[in-house]
């Protein structure tokens, strides 16, 4: 099994930016493909980022050009840095991976961008 902690959301203006962090545990070595996903209030969740098991990023449209996905192996910790935040960026998010047909998914962490 695997728990992730999501952390670094907070209340920051149109414009600025924010680095969340999502910290795995447990069997951490059966992760390969992991990535950010949000769910804005009324709207589906959705994928923002990711890596996939080659070790690839990808990116939501939306998230191009102003997101940034990286990953610390030694700390088993994934990150978001978030540039340019947008008041439509606002939204709980989350980290997931998935492992052997199971998905994982942390508390998450709430992003709110006032305009």
């Known amino acids: 099994q695997v728990q992730l902690v999501e952390s670094g959301g907070g209340l920051v203006q149109a414009g600025g930016s924010l680095r969340l962090s999502c910290v795995a545990s447990?069997?951490?070595?059966?992760?390969?493909?992991i990535g950010w996903y949000r769910q804005a209030p009324g709207k589906q969740r959705e994928r923002v980022a990711g890596f996939s098991n080659g070790g690839f990023t990808n990116y939501a449209d939306s998230a191009k050009g102003r997101f940034t996905i990286s990953r610390d192996y030694a700390k088993n910790t994934i990150f978001l840095q978030m540039n340019s935040l947008k008041p439509e960026d606002t939204a709980i998010y989350y980290c997931?991976?998935?492992?052997?047909?199971?998905?994982?998914w942390g508390q998450g962490t709430q992003v709110t961008v006032s305009s």
């Open positions: 997931s991976t998935n492992i052997r047909g199971r998905a994982y």
């Open positions: 447990g069997d951490t070595f059966s992760i390969n493909a």
